[in-house]
């Protein structure tokens, strides 16, 4: 044989190799494309592993048996695949449908530094209009909605009761975040820094939110503002305010969470009984709102002053979202701000 009939034969033998590589991998190709086009009817090994997995231990799919794995498997698994286990809605819960605004609104929203205020301007209603003789406004500027009002008359009535006195005047309500982005400015050309520990960032301070006030005292007949700090008889209403609903929303020890420095001057409302809960855990709002996750529809709920309160991340509905709230009894939702329901439960 010569050297060219040789490498002719070698030629058509590597020819053939191709030829049948080609083949092989044209019919790998079409049938992962059947795989593709009919799965129910060629995806054996996927359905055999969910159904071994499901199965108990003694109901072994047989190993070899292609023929008998789809229909030991076809009557449960595609079902199984196709939907999301429906949650759990423990005894006595319905289901409710909220807006998407449901979630950054109401008295436990967390507005600071990094979470803005995400909600529609609240309503408001003239603080001179509304309150009572136990003390003073500084005009019919200073706005607030109706229920911190409220809070704000009982507590000061009780202050003025114990102590006499009634100058401590309501110098800072709801703000809108033009007003802010003024204040924050001044701040600024004051201090000289590239940000305030001082004044909120315009759009980032919980005076938007309507539930928060500054106090001031009344000036002395010199004419003399006097700064509110908290003090002396002053005391009672920062140590007492939350029976009333409101926290002191800037303590001094919490200014690494909060970035804000002491504001002895500063309440926000948030409701009774998580007032109550935040002032004698000694927290923040940052912490509190944290606090609350540990607390979960499904687990232990948080337990205060006849009330019980647990944590809901809202499930995504075609038109908004829905929580679990109870059948029966009083209750409260209010939105953290950071993704999260707050339910709150008369016991
Ligand atoms: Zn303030």
Known sequence: MSRYRRRL??????AAVLVAVFAGTA???????????????????????????????????????????????????????????????????????????????????????????????PETAVVLENKTSSYKVKDSTVVLQTKAIEALNRMLDDFYARSGLEDVMVI??????????????????????TDSTLVAKPGYSEHHTGLALDFGLLPKSDGFGRSYDGEGEYAWINENCGDY????????DKMEITGIEYEPWHFRYVGVPHSRLIMEKGLCLEEYVELLRDYPLDGEHLSGGGYTICWQQPEKTADGYRIAVPEEGDYTISGDNTGGIILTMKE
């Open 9 to 14: 034969r070698w030629n058509r033998i590597f």
């Open 27 to 121: 019919v790998f190709l079409i049938h992962d494309s059947l795989n593709t086009l009919f799965p129910s009817a060629t995806e054996e090994p996927s359905a055999l592993k969910s159904t071994a997995s499901s199965l108990p231990a003694e109901e072994t799919v047989p190993e070899s048996s292609e023929a008998a794995a789809p229909e030991a498997s076809s009557a449960e698994s595609p079902a199984e695949e196709a939907s999301v286990p429906e949650p759990a809605l423990p005894d006595g819960f319905r289901w409710l449908s909220i807006p998407e605004s449901a979630l950054c609104t109401s008295d436990l929203i967390l507005v600071n530094n990094s979470v803005p205020f995400q909600g529609e301007n």
């Open 172 to 193: 800072s309500g709801w703000r809108d975040p033009e007003k802010q982005e003024t204040l924050y400015g001044e701040d600024l050309l004051e201090t000289g820094k």
């Open 245 to 252: 609903g409101f926290i002191l929303r800037y303590p001094a």
